[in-house]
């Protein structure tokens, strides 16, 4: 079943948290909605689960137009970002939660229980209280607990946002196992980039309350809709300029623009497209600018370079090892940066 | 006390100087007449004490005292329940006001209370000609004891509600509806059993305020022995009759109630803290 959503406005007081929003989250899918704090993805989520109310436009599950339906009819199951489970109930009385208010027989909440406890590894807890659990395992009681009344939909607010690096990776493969197999429709929020790259199949970028782009993971990192996108998804540097008829030029740096405006503009260039090269190499590349080398700090098998340059200040390229000893990068160093390939936007308007 | 002394900064004068002047006072102030009161009630022997507790007219006291009590304290109960979920929950208009006129028992003195009531239920107050066409009689009567004691306790509950409600945010309440539950299955199996400790605390020092009122209660009653008299007014009429031995005597009633609550209340501090998350 995929979630339509149509025209969505909401303002908190004078406050638009989100302004006429459209889009559609596919069905059987992970959906991540991807921004800023304050970008509206959150009020999205819960206008989705019916906790929040819009001002105008329409939700659709399916064929169903649910905007006027109650939270509790929707069939939504709803992970919070501190988990809200209840606090005087076990953990397996938690998880019955939603079966018996919905008058269950005691043999089947038993059944079910028992399955998911299974299902979320936490069988031996099943008579816990969550304050005895820790963060990893809390997240997993409440996404049994929202699983278990067999939900139409799943949705989660900042699903890994209050736990620690490790658990959060561990968490994440997790997640997307469990996605793998039940296929149900599923929305997460989140302000990581890179949690919503690794795990979701669709991302659904937004800024102060307007959605930026929708895409696939590649789609939205190879070809960013706009400037925002860009530069939210992280790791590139912006150099200010002027764009020409067919070329752009920042500062000493000449690079390819086929636009179709002219103006001031800006150019985005991802760590791993700034490409470092000896200083004889150099000479002659209209595309490159002297740098000065700041600073190596090495994660995972790449390395970032932190360099300045005299007109765009600092500057970070990503670059593997080898190429790292290759070069002999060291502090002060004074090389070349090539632009190897960049995306540029004047004004508002994307190239 | 003496594990602790190692990390104290204070002298060692200090604290014990500190340690007497606090002991002393609950001496003087407390511990002396409250054995002075027993001493006086069993003065002339515990069966002179026991026939003052069973005395019709004593009896009659501790009935109405009682009354007003099961009757105040439920109805405190349900309007703390409702205006502290809508304090915390909803934003509307005058919220601040009602806010303020919760506390409005605990600022204004309980003699004007009374007199308020008086004013508006009296013979000569604003409902008086209405109520006494159609036969009613409150002030004066047991439903003025009633109203006199609700009114001086509703701060008691909502007090101790709005910080605990406020502390917890509305994200459990939200899961339980995601989850299927209506609105009184959520109240009852989520927000009720969250509350019960800050709910009992609030229902038992409401209970001691009804219990002991005083003043609102005399000016509402017009002390008819037997019929409008309360615990507290009894022990004073009987002072004022020179009866001092029965009259400490029904006090003691009272130092028991209080005693209990301090020990129901201690007992739910304990119990509340022992369920706070081990960590």
Known sequence: MDVRVEHISKAFGEYPALDDISVTIPSGQLTALLGPSGSGKTTLLRTIAGIEAPDRGRVRFGEDDVTNLPVRERRVGFVFQDYALFDHMTVAENIAFGLSVRRASPKDIDTRVRELLA???????????????????????????????????????????ALDARVRAELRSWLRRLHDDLHLTSVFVTHDQEEALEVADQIVVMSNGKIEQAGAPDDVVDRPASAFVMDFLGGVNVLQGHAHGDYAVFGDLVLPYAGPTAGPARAYVRGEDLVLRALAAGSGDVSAVAVTVERVRRRGITARVLVTSAEHGELTAEIPHRELAALGVERGMRLVAHVRSARIFVEGQPS | MSTRSAVSLEPRW????????????????????LGAVLHAALSKGISAYLAALTEADTRSALKLTLFATVIAVPLNVVFGLAAAWAITRFQFPGKRVLVTIIDLPFAVSPVIAGMLFVLLFGAHGLLGPFLSDHGIKIVFAVPAIVIATAFVTIPFVARELIPALEARGPEQELAALTLGATPWQTFRRVTLPNLRWPLAYGAILATARAVGEFGAVSVVSGHIRGETNTVPLHVEILYNDFQYQAAFAVATILIGIALATLIAKSLIEWHAGRRRPPR
Not at chain 1, 129 to 152: F, T, W
Request: net charge positive; aromatic share 10%; hydrophobic share 50%.
């Open chain 1, 119 to 161: 299902r979320v590894q936490l069988s031996q807890f099943a008579s816990r209280y969550p304050k005895q659990l820790s963060g990893g395992q809390r997240q997993r009681v409440a996404l049994a607990r929202a699983l278990a009344p067999d939900p139409r939909l799943l949705l989660l607010d900042e699903p890994f946002g």
């Open chain 2, 14 to 33: 200090v604290r014990v100087l500190l340690m007497t002047l606090a002991f002393g006072f609950l001496s003087i102030f407390l511990v002396l007449p």
